[in-house]
């Protein structure tokens, strides 16, 4: 699809946009990082999307996505114990050391349980005490790990049956050699986790993953940029409302920043990152 991307600055401040922490930004820092610090601040936020929603041509569109990143896995212990350099050499390739298992697919640490809940304190805050609606439309990766976070985070604020979130292929991490990377069965994905929405043709055995070939970062961009594309265009119901939610990896949301040109960051593990998007479609496109 011919369509382009791009952050509209000045209404979510993290650290590395300030200078004092380059490449890092803040796991979730108060009111998700809007600027606006008052009690009405995510009315005036929904009325300034509006605005430029209403003042835009034909062809442009806003929507304001929150991007989170999954707990902390067991995959992300065993980086840490050897180092990446050792981990990208040698370990991601295998799924445990004998004393800790991070492959396939693995699981929410204790810590990465913690993290989620964390975030589920501030979107209950948030929503709560603050008005800010919830997302109308959740998106999540197929991996366990970011479905444990979106279960733990949304739990008791988001209605099952009215909110359930649709698991796309195309958001989930890079793929290929690491086997914390590849996903486990559909039947799995349905019986662990019933609330949940397989996109169409979601095959039940991972058709993605290889022992021997790994993802470039240009691929992920190029799958970022496709669940853009679904969400602006494609998605009965996310095309036509502002706030959207995806659950995802650190390389998922590395994707988004390079698609839309945001400022490149570091969002540690349980992380959320908002950002305002603009969507221009070329008035020549016919998709």
């Not at 986790?193 to 993802?215: A, G, I, K, M, T």
Request: overall charge negative; charged content about 25%; glycine content about 6%.
């Amino acid at each position: 699809m011919d369509s382009k991307y791009s952050i509209v600055p000045g209404f979510f401040a993290h650290p590395e946009l300030e200078g004092l922490l380059p490449l890092q930004t803040a796991s979730l820092p108060p009111r998700f990082g809007l600027v606006d610090e008052s009690q009405n601040r995510w009315q005036t936020f929904l009325a300034d999307i509006e605005k430029l929603n209403t003042n835009a041509p034909p062809n442009v569109s806003y929507k304001a996505i929150f991007a989170g990143r999954h707990g902390e896995g067991w995959h992300n212990v065993a980086e840490a114990k050897y180092g990446t350099e050792a981990w990208e050499e040698k370990w991601a390739a295998l799924e445990g050391d004998g004393e800790i298992t991070w492959g396939p697919d693995p699981n929410l640490t204790p810590l990465g349980v913690d993290q989620a809940k964390e975030a589920h304190k501030l979107w209950e805050v948030e929503t709560s005490r603050f008005g800010l609606p919830l997302p109308a439309r959740f998106f999540c990766s197929p991996l366990t790990r970011a479905l444990e976070t979106f279960t733990i985070t949304f739990e008791g604020i988001v209605s099952s049956d009215k909110k359930a979130p649709l698991v796309m292929e195309n958001c989930r991490e890079q793929y290929g050699v690491h086997t914390c990377d590849k996903r486990r069965s559909a039947s799995y994905i349905t019986s662990t986790f019933p609330d949940v929405v397989l996109e169409h043709n979601f095959s039940d055995e991972d058709p993605l993953y290889s022992p021997d070939w790994r993802e470039s970062h240009s691929n992920v961009a190029r799958r970022a940029k496709k669940v853009l594309d679904y969400i602006f265009f494609e998605d009965d119901v996310a095309k036509d409302e502002v706030l959207i939610s995806i659950t995802a990896h650190s390389g998922f949301i590395n994707g988004l920043v390079a698609v839309t040109g945001h400022p490149k960051c570091n969002l540690p593990t349980g992380g959320i990152l908002p950002m305002v998007v603009k969507c221009t479609k070329s008035s020549q496109s016919t998709d």
